[in-house]
C-alpha cells in the first residue's frame, strides 16, 4: 500500500470498481462524537457538476448515485462486515472514465450546521480495489492555523495523456469557502 502525504500524488491504474473508504475513531466508550460523511463531487468533460452523498441531505435517494449508469459513483453509507476503523462510510466508482475531476470530502454536518468545533482527527482515507487491500492510503490531519468542518481530502483528475491522478489535497473549509472552491459542492445545499 502506498501513502500520499500533502501534496503527493499518485496513478490509480485500475479504473473501474474501486472503493473509496473514510474511517476515524468517532467512538469515546459511550457514544459517538463525530458523525463525519463522505461526500463526491465532480465534473464531467461538458463541465456538468454534481455530488454524490448521503440521502438525508437532501431527502433524495438519487443523491447517492447509481452505479450502472451516469455517474457511475454510488455513496454505499457504512454497511460494510469487519471495519477496518471504529468508523467508517465508502463510496464506490464502478467506472471513471465519464468524469474528468472527483473531488473526496469529508464533511462534519453537525459542526457545519451548528458552527462547532470540527471533527476529532485523525481521519484516514484508503482506495482499495474490490476485495483487496488498500492501494493507496492517506491520513488526515489539520494544522493549528486550518478551520472548517469541510475537508478536501482528494483529487482524482485525469491529465493530458488520460492517466488518472490521486493528489491528496488535505485542504479545511468553511461552507462558505467550500461553496466557491469545489466543484459541485453546491449540490449538497438547499441554498
Known amino acids: 500500500m502506498r501513502y500520499l502525504d500533502r501534496g503527493q500524488t499518485a496513478i490509480l491504474t485500475q479504473q473501474n470498481y474501486f472503493d473509496i473508504i473514510l474511517g476515524w475513531s468517532g467512538w469515546d466508550g459511550n457514544k459517538y ?82 458552527e462547532q468545533e470540527p471533527f476529532s482527527l485523525p481521519l484516514f482515507l484508503d482506495i482499495e480495489y474490490k476485495g483487496m487491500l488498500p492501494f493507496l492510503s492517506i491520513k488526515v490531519n489539520r494544522n493549528e492555523s486550518e478551520i472548517g468542518p469541510i475537508c478536501l481530502i482528494a483529487s482524482i483528475k485525469k491529465d493530458t495523456n488520460d492517466n488518472v491522478l490521486v493528489t491528496n489535497e488535505t485542504r479545511f473549509y468553511t461552507v462558505e469557502k467550500a461553496l466557491e472552491s469545489i466543484p459541485g459542492f453546491t449540490q449538497i445545499c438547499n441554498c
Do not use: H, Q, W
Not at 89 to 113: G, H, M, P, Q, W
Open 33 to 114: 462524537n463525530d458523525d463525519i460523511d463522505l461526500c463526491v463531487f465532480y465534473k464531467n468533460a461538458d463541465n456538468i457538476t454534481g455530488g454524490v452523498f448521503n440521502r438525508s441531505y437532501k431527502g433524495n435517494k438519487e443523491t447517492e448515485g447509481f452505479l450502472s449508469c451516469f455517474p457511475y459513483v454510488c455513496y454505499i453509507g457504512e454497511e460494510r462486515p469487519n471495519n477496518k476503523y471504529n468508523d467508517e462510510e465508502i463510496v464506490r466508482i464502478s467506472k471513471i472514465n465519464t468524469l474528468t475531476e472527483l473531488y473526496i470530502v469529508a464533511v462534519d454536518y453537525f459542526a457545519a450546521v451548528n
